[in-house]
């Protein structure tokens, strides 16, 4: 069992930054940040794997958010910069102990665990 807690939400306005911090009650081979913004899916939008030998990250996000873990600290980041209104959501946080590398999103499903979630609010 893996335990996930989640903080460091909020309300910034556009074009400002934020960091999430999720921390585990033991080290998974897979983490991954979630988000699902009201009435929308929810979609995998960062992920580190194998201690950040590879990571993945959605077009949504990329070149703007940044995961990261601290491994003697059972924690993983998501650092968001120059953030939009279209990124309010809640971000969970999920890991997942084994599973095979995918260059694509992978689904809810697939992990094992998940944090409680988050809220992030942009405002213009």
């Known amino acids: 069992q893996v335990q996930l807690v989640e903080s460091g939400g909020g309300s910034v306005q556009a074009g400002g930054s934020l960091s999430l911090s999720c921390v585990a009650s033991?080290?998974?081979?897979?983490m991954g940040w979630f988000r699902q913004a009201p009435g929308k899916e929810r979609e995998e939008i960062a992920r580190e794997f194998d201690a950040g030998s590879r990571t993945y990250y959605a077009d949504s996000v990329k070149g703007r958010f940044t995961i990261s873990g601290d491994n003697a600290k059972n924690t993983v980041y998501l650092q968001m910069n120059s953030l939009k209104p279209e990124d309010t959501a809640v971000y969970y946080c999920?890991?997942?102990?084994?599973?095979?590398?995918?260059?694509?999103?992978?689904?809810?499903?697939?992990?094992?665990?998940w944090g409680q979630g988050t809220q992030v609010t942009v405002f213009s």
């Open positions: 033991k080290n998974a081979y897979v």
């Open positions: 999920a890991a997942q102990e084994g599973i095979r590398w995918r260059s694509g999103p992978l689904l809810w499903d697939e992990y094992n665990y």
